[in-house]
């Protein structure tokens, strides 16, 4: 038996499975994000280890026997956090999140640094590691001073679990402190950005054992004590190792808190103008290049929030297939955007409210304007030179089946709605578990799951689409724009 640990922004799900990889439970418990201050994003980081242990003992009271015969612990987890621990282990203050732009002025200056993009083979994203650690520097530079170690959202579920601390390679090339093609830490851009090696945890690939479980943290979860905890993956990576995105032509669209679209390489092609990240992959000698919106799901649950109902009261009342085109347009950038704009400024919009509009028109135009915002993304990672025919739908949001015939119909390609694509990252995260427990190869692990339904774009309203997209991506400079 294996788990999967998945450290979302929503929140953190424990996976479990046999040792052929089948599912065998699953537990959610979700987490708060809290929004200081408009564009800061924290979350404390004994939230997530209180999350994750009331998710364990979920599986353990809903699976006890299967539980007893647990190996493994396979990471997964939100990007780009700074979770920052002093000399003694103990975490300095809240993570900073991967959509948190308050570094956008530092993260700025270290892009325009020659050299950086070069080696890190990605722009310097407000939201990436490096930049915070200079914000830091400069608003808590007390706290900075006493940083001993910088570590990743799942990293620090991995050292809550072993009292080892470690990262790996896909989580790492976030940071803007990796050498992505070398796969190591680069001392040159630990230099340029402010920052010392032995900040730095040691990074494995993400097949690599941490260590085994601490012994007291065993027995209060009631779990076997020797159980070992595998690196994974940063959430993306772990999902292209759950649905088996391995090799070139590979993808999904992914509908969280972010929206990711991505494809898997077969080499390090970096192509930072585009405003894709290339990053590695979980499995050695292999990346993968995304575009990332910051707000996909996040668009539809601030909706939610606003009208006191659930995201899937907002989708079901849609229904399962499109018609044409609403006539609101949604900007989807309430937290800036990453792909292709990388503007931390820009903020979102409806264009187009009339007295009539309802509840169901603003929903509609999220999941229409969301889908656009990766429609844009789809275009800059065929610029990269990426070629997607189809791709897999995996998140919370691929549950709508209205928004997936959407963005089958605007991205102009089949969508595969995976028979277990709720997993996705969770499932990732108990594959690299098998595989640094066992040694199996991650390609006879890592497969492509069961298709539970195929989308095909609804070839009747792609030109009526095509339009609405002019429109929207006409709006952008107009937002832009605005003061
Ligand atoms: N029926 C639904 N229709 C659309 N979105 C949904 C539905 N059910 C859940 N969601 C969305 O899925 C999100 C969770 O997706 P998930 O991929 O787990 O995100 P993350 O990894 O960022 O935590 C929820 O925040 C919610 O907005
Ligand atoms: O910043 C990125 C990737 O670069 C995000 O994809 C985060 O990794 C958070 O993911 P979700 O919570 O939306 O899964």
């Keep these: 038996m294996f788990a999967g640990l998945d450290l979302g922004t929503s929140g953190v799900r424990a996976l479990l499975v046999g040792d052929n990889g089948q599912p ?109 650690l200079n914000w830091l520097a400069e608003h808590e530079p007390e ?25 790996e390679m896909s989580d790492a090339a976030g940071t803007s402190w990796l050498d992505t093609g070398a796969r190591a830490w680069s001392d040159d851009l630990l230099a340029k950005t402010g920052m010392r090696r032995d900040q730095m945890p040691e990074s494995r690939e993400g097949t690599g054992v941490v260590g085994t479980i601490r012994g007291d943290l065993a027995a209060e979860l009631g ?18 190792c759950g649905v088996g995105a391995l090799a070139e032509g590979d993808g999904f669209v992914s509908l969280g808190t972010s929206g990711v679209l991505l494809a898997a390489r077969d080499g390090f092609a970096p192509s930072p103008e585009t405003a894709v990240h290339t990053f590695c992959h979980a499995i050695p000698d292999t990346w993968y290049q995304m575009g990332v919106i910051l707000a996909a799901t996040d668009c539809l649950n601030w909706l939610a929030r606003l009208t006191g109902s659930k995201p899937a009261d907002l989708t079901a009342p849609l229904g399962d297939r499109i018609t044409a085109p609403g006539r609101l347009r949604f900007l989807p950038y ?58 897999l739908a995996i998140g919370g949001g691929a549950r709508s089946r209205y928004w997936v015939e959407l963005l089958a119909t605007i991205l102009e390609l089949p969508v595969d709605l995976p028979a277990q694509g709720e997993f996705g990252a969770a499932l990732g995260a108990a594959r690299l578990a098998i595989c640094g427990v066992t040694g199996a190869a991650p390609a006879d692990v890592m497969t492509r799951p069961a298709i539970a339904e195929t989308i095909d774009p609804r070839r009747d309203l792609v030109p009526s689409y095509r339009d609405a997209h002019s429109a929207f991506a006409a709006s952008f400079p107009k937002l832009k724009a605005m003061p």
Excluded at 223 to 230: C, E, G, K, R, W
């Design 143 to 167: 706290t900075f001073a006493r940083v001993a170690t910088v570590l990743l959202p799942k990293d620090y579920i991995a050292y809550w679990l072993t009292g080892v601390i470690g990262s």
């Design 334 to 391: 309430l937290s800036g955007e990453r792909t292709p704009h990388n503007d931390s400024a820009v903020r979102g919009a409806f264009l187009g409210l009339d007295i009539g509009a309802g509840r169901d028109d603003l929903a509609r135009a999220v999941l229409e304007g969301v889908s656009f915002a990766l429609r844009d993304n789809l275009d800059a990672l065929v610029r990269t030179g990426a070629n997607l025919d189809r791709v």
């Design 223 to 240: 779990l076997p004590d020797a159980v070992q905890v595998v690196a994974g993956g940063g959430d993306n990576a772990a999902a292209a």
């Design 24 to 132: 065998v439970g699953v537990a959610d418990v979700a987490l708060d994000v809290q929004h200081l201050h408009p564009g800061w994003s924290e979350q404390a980081p004994d939230a997530w280890t209180q999350a994750a242990a009331e998710a364990l003992a979920q599986l353990k009271q809903a699976h006890p026997k299967e539980m007893a015969q647990l190996r493994g612990i396979g990471l997964s987890g939100q990007m780009h956090g700074a979770t920052l621990l002093d000399e003694a282990g103990k975490v300095l203050r809240p993570c900073i999140l991967w959509n948190d732009t308050r570094s956008h002025e530092q993260a700025a200056r270290l892009d325009a640094t020659p050299g950086l993009r070069e080696i890190s083979g990605n722009i310097v994203f407000p939201g990436f590691t490096a930049p915070k």
